[in-house]
């Protein structure tokens, strides 16, 4: 496989990652990307026919599991573990002014974006505690810091997500386990398209005009600093939140 800049081939050769969400968008990225380093990568997906065509293109492992399902993310991680590096990906998007959602869409942005992140540090981290080594990157999004007009519970979500990072950067930095947080801004994929198909195309000028680039950044963009953050070069870096984002959270 060819070098790939900023994550030299065989960095991470003999390590395991999940990376969940990992079957479209970003996280297809983020895998191909850890793939090319040399780790085996299990791709945690609803999607099961998108993983499996990933995981057989890679050499890796699909994984149809819904990661709201506590019981399936323990049972996968017993499956396919021990991982040296976990990696929250997945996440659902909805745009609407916060007073025309519901509380069964709120539980549902709740369930996806934050407390699946418990539910896949809960069953790694001992592992990884074990092993005395570990990288957890979660993507979160520059909404998590600087909220979101018409995603107020999503930002609410991955607000969350950079606490609950920074904490587990807390209780494990002594351990050999970092714990970061990517936060992407808009980011050309499927859930950056429906988001716009719901919001229309002034949405999509409203996005970009935020960056500072001007411009929507590429899933490839963000697998970049996924890879580094993932890497053991990295091993000094915790609790940070690094915005993937055009500018868009300069000085957040
Ligand atoms: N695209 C953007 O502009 C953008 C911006 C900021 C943050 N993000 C975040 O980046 C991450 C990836 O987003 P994307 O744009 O690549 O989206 P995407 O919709 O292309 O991919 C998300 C993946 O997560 C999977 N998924 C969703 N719910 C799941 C569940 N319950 N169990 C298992 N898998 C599930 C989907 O099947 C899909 O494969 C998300 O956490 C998202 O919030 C995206």
Redesign the pocket.
Known sequence: MAAVAGSPTGELQGRRALV????????AAIVRRLAAGGAVVAI????AE?ARALAQEVGGIAVT????DFDAVAAAVTDHGPFHILVN?????QHAFFTRTTPVEWRRLLA??LE?VFNTTHAVLPGMQAAGYGRIVN?????GRLGSRGGAV?AAA?GGVIAFTRSIARENGAKGITANVV??????????R?AVAQGGEKLLAAMTGATLAGRLGT?EE?AAAVAFLASESAGFITGEALGVSGGMGAGA
């Open positions: 969940t969400g990992g079957a479209s968008g970003i996280g945690a997906d609803l999607q998108a599991l819904d990661v709201t990906n997945a996440g659902i998007d996806v974006n699946a993507v979160a999004s520059e909404a999503y991955k936060a992407p801004g808009p980011i050309d994929t499927p859930l950056l429906q899933p963000v």
